[in-house]
Nanobody, 124 residues
Framework: QVQLLESGGGLVQAGASLRPPCAPS????????LGWFRQAPGKDREFVAA????????DQADSVKGRFTVSRDNSKNTVSLKISSLKPENATVYYC?????????????????WGRGTQVTVSS
C-alpha cells in the first residue's frame, strides 16, 4: 500500500515555477505507477501526466507539454511535477495518484490511491 501526502498550497507569480508537493510513503513505492491530475471547481478531474514504475515512460496531456515535467526517484521515494512559466489558467487543485497496474493512465478510475490535493494559486 502507498500513501500520498499533499500538504499546503502554493502562491506564485505568473511566469514562475512551482512543484505541487506530493510525498509518497510505503516500502513498495517502486511498484506503483503514478499520475497527476487537476480539478477546477465544478469541473471533472483532468489528466495532467503519468509516469511508469521505472520513470522511463511518461504520458502527458497535450495542454501541458513543454511546461510541465514529471519525474520520480525510486531510491528516494519521491515524485515530482514541475510546472514552469505558470499562467493564471494553471491555478487549480492538483492531485497525485498511484496504482499498481493500469490500462489507461489518463483515466481517474484506474488509480487506487489519491492525495488530498494541493491548491496552486497564480498571481498576475
Amino acid at each position: 500500500q502507498v500513501q500520498l501526502l499533499e500538504s499546503g498550497g502554493g502562491l506564485v507569480q505568473a511566469g514562475a515555477s512551482l512543484r505541487p508537493p506530493c510525498a509518497p510513503s510505503g516500502r513498495t513505492f517502486s511498484s506503483y505507477k503514478l499520475g497527476w491530475f487537476r480539478q477546477a471547481p465544478g469541473k471533472d478531474r483532468e489528466f495532467v501526466a503519468a509516469i511508469s514504475r521505472t520513470g522511463i515512460n511518461i504520458d502527458q496531456a497535450d495542454s501541458v507539454k513543454g511546461r510541465f515535467t514529471v519525474s520520480r526517484d525510486n531510491s528516494k521515494n519521491t515524485v515530482s511535477l514541475k510546472i514552469s512559466s505558470l499562467k493564471p489558467e494553471n491555478a487549480t487543485v492538483y492531485y497525485c495518484a498511484a496504482t499498481p497496474s493500469l490500462s489507461d493512465p489518463r483515466a481517474t478510475y484506474e488509480y487506487d490511491y489519491w492525495g488530498r490535493g494541493t491548491q496552486v494559486t497564480v498571481s498576475s
